[in-house]
């Protein structure tokens, strides 16, 4: 997992040519005016999804992963909590979803704040639960970034 801010993305830029094609997409859109769905960045190889929602209570939220994908969070207006923990053999809550890359796990993990400006990159041995209110539920404006995982150089599980 990768937790920066969107003006950082030059330290990252060797990571490999897709996050970096992804990354300059975030930093070079203007997504005040865009409406919510699904965007082709490079056909279905690397797309975003911009999501305008409600921040929800933790225990409303769930641990999440992906095989076929690297998401890439980015908060475009508001903040919420990112809960996260790195993949090791955690007890599976649903079966793996192979038609939508989705499966839900359930454990311990950490915490991070997306704050408006901030990314976070999940690679597919990182479990992350997005969406978690700060104090109350608020409104917030995300674009989560999805990079086919057979662009990155390194293997999956």
Do not use: W
């Not at 897709?18 to 690397?46: R, V, W």
């Not at 939220?61 to 207006?77: S, V």
Request: proline share 3%; net charge negative.
């Amino acid at each position: 997992m990768i937790h920066d801010k969107i003006t950082n993305i030059h330290l990252y830029s060797n990571i490999s040519p897709a996050i970096d094609k992804a990354l300059k997409y975030l930093q070079e859109t203007d997504f005040s005016l865009m409406k919510p769905g699904k965007k082709e960045i490079y056909g279905n190889d690397i797309y975003c999804i911009i999501s305008s929602y409600e921040t929800k209570a933790l225990e409303d939220c769930r641990l999440e992963a992906h095989h076929k994908h690297i998401d890439i969070h980015y908060m475009a207006e508001g903040s919420e909590i990112i809960g996260f923990s790195i993949f090791n053999n955690q007890q599976e809550a649903t079966k793996y979803d192979s038609e939508n890359d989705f499966i839900l796990y359930c454990g311990e993990k950490n915490y991070i704040k997306l704050e408006q400006g901030k990314f976070a990159i999940f690679f597919p041995t990182d479990l992350h639960m997005p969406g978690i209110m700060i104090g109350q539920p608020a409104m917030v404006k995300k674009i989560v970034v999805k990079v086919k995982a057979e662009l990155f150089k390194y293997a999956f599980i």
